[in-house]
């Protein structure tokens, strides 16, 4: 798949200071006596009181059954769906790890295990609780009652120091063809795996990645979130014993094609097209290729095209970005040098610079040791 706090203070001009008077948002008789804006103010005030009252009801409702979830040296959020503690989040916050920290609301800290991961790549996981009973959960909804337009609330644990963060919006979008829903809610980094909510406090997707145009940082009011008709399937395998039980290769949002295995020292030829898997963050085309990597090997990626202006990604056995390169080949071609953090399988993104390009291309994986010339 970076914070200024502002204080804005504002002051006020008090008028008739010389009669003594102070007026505070004044009216004239005749605004006052006016028709069309009698009442105005007090709808207003209603509506904006409703508003709050929803927002209040959804987070008193889910915020206890929403977790945070340390895995290693990340972190992330999750929801409990069921009193004896099973707990749904993204794939890339605990691919690698086989049990996890989870902590409650309360600061409750509890060990669960990792038990299944959404096939084909598919950005969702399932963390099961040792030993507990009647937890609070949050219900999953009707897949058929999430429209464009509906308000959205997100909680979560954003950049691992919030836990408990609230945010408000609606659902922008809904892309049925990669079974996500786009919405302006906001969501950062640490809010991976937790809940996307309707107006009910039922969840209707789980929130996993941002819209970030490359160089930038942070949320800019595009939030993805795996829709609630691809969790559910996944949640039936996970009770039927049927979903895999290990990352079957690095999570891509939403699945796509299974990743090609990709040999060192022998070139690839690929095409994107419209058949490619579409990267959520800037809808560019991507094919993906895997490869074992040992911790500390060094690894030179090159894609080379004319047709394309090549651009790659290499994301480690948990999903987490390793690194990108753009133009590092020369003109347009890109080339990726970097040393492997840790032992595992490694998914390389065959990828475009800007949406929309297809075309063919090379790309080829060398191994070495310790050092590699750039």
């Not at 009669?19 to 028709?35: H, K, R």
């Not at 003109?331 to 953090?341: C, I, N, W």
């Amino acid at each position: 798949m970076n914070i200024n706090l502002r204080l804005i203070t504002s002051g006020l001009a008090i008028v008739g200071t010389s009669l003594g008077i102070n007026l505070l948002n004044a009216f004239s008789t005749v605004e006052l006596l006016n028709p069309v804006t009698l009442g105005r103010a007090s709808h207003q005030a209603l509506a904006q009181d409703v508003e709050e009252d929803v927002n209040v009801r959804v987070y008193q409702a889910a915020s206890p059954a929403v977790v945070s979830i340390e895995a290693g040296d990340g972190n992330g959020s999750g929801t409990i769906i069921s009193p004896d503690g099973l707990i749904l989040t993204n794939a890339h916050v605990v691919a690698g790890a086989r049990t996890v920290q989870v902590v409650l609301p309360d600061g409750t800290k509890l060990q669960g295990d990792v038990v299944a991961f959404g096939e084909a790549g598919l950005d969702l996981a399932a963390v099961q609780l040792r030993g507990q009973r009647n937890l609070p959960t949050v219900p999953i909804a009707d897949p058929a009652s999430v429209a464009v337009g509906q308000r959205a609330f997100a909680i979560g644990n954003p950049f691992g120091q919030f836990q408990g963060t609230f945010t408000t919006g609606i659902v922008s979008r809904i892309d049925s063809n990669r079974g996500l829903i786009q919405t302006d809610t906001a969501i950062n980094p640490g809010n991976s795996g937790g809940p996307l909510l309707n107006s009910r406090g039922e969840l209707i997707g789980v929130n996993s990645a941002i819209f970030s145009p490359r160089g930038a940082g942070g949320n800019i009011g595009i939030g993805f979130a795996i829709s609630v008709d691809r969790v559910q399937p996944f949640l039936t395998a996970v009770r039927d014993g049927t979903a895999p039980r290990t990352a079957q290769q690095s999570p891509m949002l939403a699945g796509g094609q299974p990743a090609q295995r990709i040999t060192p020292n022998t070139p690839i030829v690929g095409q994107l097209s419209q058949e490619s898997g579409i990267l959520p963050a800037d809808n560019s085309y991507f094919n993906a290729y895997t490869f074992e990597g040992k911790a500390g090997q060094q690894v030179v990626i090159e894609m080379t095209s004319s047709e394309l202006d090549a651009y790659l990604i290499l994301l480690a056995p948990d999903g987490r970005d390793v690194a990108q390169d753009d133009d590092g080949g020369g003109g347009s071609d890109a080339r990726l040098v970097t040393s492997l953090p840790a032992d595992g399988t490694y998914t390389v993104l065959a990828n475009t610079y800007r949406a929309g390009q297809t075309g063919r291309y090379n790309i080829r994986l060398t191994t070495g040791g310790n050092r590699l010339e750039r």
